[in-house]
């Protein structure tokens, strides 16, 4: 019996150690158990599994990208009605607080029409290094679907919506240096040419694939714009600054007193556009990432110091701070970190955010006062100026270890402002703001000229003195007879 269970055993001992030789699986007459039917199946259903959770990952991804981008949409749309036209309509006076917040409310009408119509493609469809194609015309193509050119995982069509915000709100800017002396009808007029032959060459330069300051998709020139440094804010600064010069001065100014007839307006406007400019720069990462919440904290931390920056200025210079003085200051430096937001951390915010307060404090109190020009609501002194400081400076303090926004072409991150090591991007972000600067004043003083010719760009004496609430719409800001 002993003997019986000893071969037994090393039978066993045999035909285990055979098994796990390499060549067994190919013996004849022997099973491989990995490449049996039950074993296959089991092998695709686990691939079909993966392959399925992969894609409910991306398209929750998809969903919560496109769900903050919406509310982006929304919060930048904010940011003109109410937001500029609380804090315009309060820094005018009285009889002109009406006309001035209709002109931020027409042009949220006026230009969504354009750019469903052409805008759009003149801005980000594929054409040239100056402007858009028609690709896009009457939005055609822009549907449900990504468009990986620009947004690999929002619908196209929100990645429009959310550009119409921009292309609404700038032209609405300048509307601040000629307040209370332009023609509504010539406004229009002025507005709809300008979005089309200013905004739309430099949205599609900076932004536009192919464009000639794009950074990411084939620039000649790679200028770095988060948010609109360039393409909303020195675009509308500039050219508010030549519309104050072309129309000349308000009737009295600056010898008669024209200060706001309700700061408290315009501080419930800035406070607006301090929550809609999270919309506007952390919507910029295009997506609910990490990005967008560096994009987020820049923006507020840049703001903050901005509002230190003006005040402390302020208080230096005149013993007191003034809440017009503290609004602007947010304003300006939100204006400032909008090119950068993207680009830059937190520390560098607020150094981006103290120097454009303190410069665009001297701009309006010093520059203006010395070179007399009447830009009745700062829009150059904040817009134009910040819009400048805030460019060049994303040139000193973008890091790839914010963005790693440059690549080689084996996919090696590169430097990307001064401080990682790459001093020419400062060039490439002078040769954007100059850029920039020429072509805003350059057209938008030959389309002045047009529109002064064809119907006229400013309103009556008559008119001015009556107040443009009154002249021009037939009704009044306020009835204090009720």
């Known amino acids: 019996m002993h003997k019986t269970l000893s071969w037994t055993l090393l039978g066993l001992f045999f035909l285990s150690a055979l098994t796990m030789t390499p060549g067994f699986a190919q013996v004849p007459g022997r099973t491989d158990t990995s490449s049996s039917p039950h074993a296959g199946s089991s092998s695709l259903q686990a691939q079909a599994r993966e392959a399925r959770l992969e894609q409910q990952l991306a398209e929750a991804k998809s969903s919560g990208d496109n769900a903050w981008m919406l509310v982006s949409s929304a919060l930048v749309l904010m940011m003109t009605g109410p937001?500029?036209?609380?804090?315009?309509?309060?820094l005018v006076r009285k009889k002109n607080v009406l006309a001035t917040m209709m002109q931020s409310f027409a042009l949220m009408a006026v230009i969504t029409v354009v750019w469903a119509l052409?805008?759009?493609?003149?801005?980000?469809?594929?054409?040239?290094?100056?402007?858009?194609?028609?690709?896009?015309?009457?939005?055609?193509?822009?549907?449900?679907?990504?468009?990986?050119?620009?947004?690999?995982?929002?619908?196209?069509?929100?990645f429009m919506l959310f550009q119409?915000?921009?292309?609404?709100?700038?032209?609405?800017?300048?509307?601040?240096?000629?307040?209370?002396?332009?023609?509504?009808?010539?406004?229009?007029?002025?507005?709809?040419?300008?979005?089309?032959?200013?905004?739309?060459?430099?949205?599609?330069?900076?932004?536009?694939?192919?464009?000639?300051?794009?950074?990411?998709?084939?620039?000649?020139?790679?200028?770095?714009?988060?948010?609109?440094g360039t393409v909303v804010h020195i675009t509308s600064g500039v050219s508010a600054l030549v519309c104050a010069l072309y129309l000349g001065k308000r009737l009295g100014y600056p010898?008669?007193?024209?200060?706001?007839?309700?700061?408290?307006?315009?501080?419930?406007?800035?406070c607006l556009l301090w929550v809609g400019w999270f919309g506007f720069n952390a919507g910029s990462a295009l997506g609910a990432s990490s990005l967008a919440t560096s994009a987020f904290v820049a923006t507020h931390f840049a703001a903050a110091a901005a509002?230190?920056?003006?005040?402390?200025?302020?208080?230096?210079?005149?013993?007191?701070?003034?809440?017009?003085?503290?609004?602007?200051?947010?304003?300006?430096?939100?204006?400032?970190?909008?090119?950068?937001?993207g680009f830059v951390g937190p520390m560098s915010a607020l150094a981006i955010g103290v120097v454009a307060g303190v410069c665009c404090y001297l701009m309006v109190t010093g520059v203006k006062a010395r070179f007399r020009y009447d830009d009745s609501l700062d829009a150059f002194g904040v817009h134009g100026a910040g819009g400048t400081i805030g460019a060049i400076l994303t040139g000193v303090f973008a890091t790839?270890?914010?963005?790693?926004?440059?690549?080689?072409?084996?996919?090696?991150?590169?430097?990307?402002?001064?401080?990682?090591?790459?001093?020419?991007?400062?060039?490439?972000?002078?040769?954007?703001?100059?850029?920039?600067?020429a072509l805003a004043a350059v057209v938008t003083l030959l389309l002045l000229k047009l529109v002064d010719w064809l119907i006229g760009l400013r309103v009556a004496e008559e008119q001015e003195i009556q107040g443009l609430d009154l002249s021009a719409h037939g009704e009044e800001g306020y009835n204090l007879e009720t």
């Open 164 to 228: 119409l915000m921009f292309a609404i709100i700038t032209p609405a800017l300048i509307t601040g240096a000629f307040a209370e002396r332009m023609k509504f009808s010539a406004m229009l007029v002025f507005m709809i040419l300008w979005s089309i032959f200013v905004y739309a060459p430099v949205a599609h330069m900076v932004w536009g694939k192919g464009g000639l300051l794009n950074a990411t998709l084939g620039g000649v020139f790679p200028t770095l714009d988060f948010a609109g």
């Open 83 to 90: 937001g500029l036209a609380l804090f315009y309509g309060g």
């Open 255 to 270: 010898k008669q007193p024209m200060p706001p007839h309700r700061v408290v307006l315009s501080f419930i406007g800035a």
């Open 400 to 437: 790839k270890v914010i963005n790693p926004v440059f690549r080689d072409a084996q996919g090696n991150v590169l430097n990307v402002g001064l401080i990682d090591g790459n001093p020419r991007q400062i060039l490439n972000q002078f040769i954007g703001v100059a850029s920039a600067w």
């Open 307 to 341: 509002v230190v920056g003006w005040a402390g200025a302020e208080w230096l210079q005149n013993g007191k701070p003034s809440a017009l003085g503290a609004i602007s200051g947010a304003v300006a430096g939100l204006v400032a970190i909008t090119p950068a937001a």
């Open 118 to 158: 052409f805008g759009y493609s003149l801005c980000f469809g594929t054409g040239n290094r100056f402007f858009g194609g028609l690709d896009y015309l009457f939005l055609r193509g822009v549907g449900p679907l990504p468009n990986p050119d620009y947004a690999a995982t929002i619908p196209h069509q929100t």
